[in-house]
């Protein structure tokens, strides 16, 4: 089976899914149940039309809860008071106390206007015709919105094409290929993997899987998958999943932990924006830990003079190339 059609795309894309399941738990303070969110919500509706299966769906709502709280989005689960343990009728939302600015939190007006100017983009008019569906079908139900909903574009800007199609696959527990190109390597390799999640770890998006070809967990950066997904006709168990997202994470902060930059960063900068929010300090700047060397230099050299690297050498080196390199390209050096 080969990559996920435009029009299925389009009308089940499962990152407007994820935005619309936000939209609908945000509505809603005395929460959703699973039935109503299933029959309700645009992306879950359009699989049951297609005979998709309520064990099916509900496994798909299992996934995109977990993805979602991977994300930091807090789902909250509501049952009943007397057996919390029953969540046969259990309720979800997503509090919005936990989107509430504090009191003392005040905004100058030039922020106020930048502020407003990016709020642009989430009017409720950016909200797609399912998502705006699924709402009066929830209101109908005899849910209250309680409060204005301030849409979220479901246009969400994923640079790597291989999400979509690898999302497709762990939903459907099927095998793929895909070219994969790695640093200093000449020409990209097929891999053929069982995809058991899709994490963002430091701003990437990772899939993390099954190598067939070594028979091993591995973790495969997006950006590196340099040509088309292919879905295969072979399937693998869906147990597989369970705590996949975990066990990358977890292995991909271990690989950070194990290896550390000692850097020096303008104050004021973007790069002091930008890499303080990972950073401790040290005696000379500070540290980062970092997963992946040529990343990590990619995105050091974007900075360009707002950063400086003590070490690693190779950290060092890696970021020097890159910067002359580029010095070269635009005649600053010959």
Same mark, same amino acid.
């Given at each position: ?205 990772? =899939?993390?899987? &099954? *190598? #067939?070809? /070594?028979? +091993? ?8 998958? @340099?040509?088309? $997904? ?57 540290? =980062?830990?970092? &997963? *992946? #060397?040529? /990343?990590? +230099? ?8 707002? @950063?400086?690297? $003590? ?24």
């Amino acid at each position: 089976m080969n990559t996920v059609t435009a029009t299925t795309t389009a009308k089940s894309a499962p990152e407007e899914r994820l935005v619309n399941l936000v939209v609908a738990l945000m509505a809603t303070e005395q929460g959703l149940t699973k039935d109503t969110i299933l029959a309700s919500v645009a992306g879950y509706r359009e699989q049951g039309d297609a005979g998709a299966s309520k064990d099916a769906l509900e496994k798909m709502f299992e996934r995109d809860k977990e993805n979602l709280r991977g994300l930091g989005i807090p789902i909250e689960t509501i049952g009943d008071n007397a057996d919390p343990d029953d969540l046969r009728e259990a309720r979800y939302r997503v509090p919005t106390a936990e989107y509430s600015l504090p009191i003392d939190i005040t905004f100058t007006p030039a922020e106020l206007a930048l502020l407003n100017l990016a709020g642009g983009v989430w009017s409720e008019s950016s909200m797609s015709v399912d998502a705006r569906s699924g709402l009066r079908k929830i209101r109908a139900l005899g849910n209250d919105v309680d409060e204005p909903i301030i849409g979220y574009s479901p246009r969400i800007s994923l640079r790597e094409p291989a999400f979509s199609p690898l999302q497709r696959a762990i939903e459907l527990s099927r095998v793929v290929t895909f070219p994969y190109l790695k640093p200093g390597e000449q020409a990209p390799r097929v891999r053929r993997v069982q995809p058991l999640a899709l994490v963002e770890y430091e701003a990437r998006w990772h =899939v993390y899987g &099954v *190598d #067939l070809g /070594v028979q +091993a967990e591995r973790t495969f950066l997006l950006s590196r998958v @340099v040509g088309a $997904v292919q879905h295969t006709r072979e399937s693998f168990d869906p147990a597989l999943r369970e705590g996949a997202g975990e066990r990358a994470l977890a292995g991909l902060e271990q690989v950070a932990a194990g290896q550390l930059a000692t850097l020096e960063v303008n104050p004021g900068t973007e790069a002091a924006l930008r890499l303080n929010r990972r950073a401790t300090p040290a005696g000379q700047g500070i540290t =980062v830990p970092y &997963v *992946d #060397l040529h /990343v990590f +230099a990619d995105e050091l050299a974007s900075y360009g003079p707002e @950063v400086r690297v $003590v070490s690693p050498e190779t950290l060092r080196t890696e970021v020097i190339r890159r910067l002359e390199a580029a010095a070269s390209l635009h005649g600053v050096i010959s």
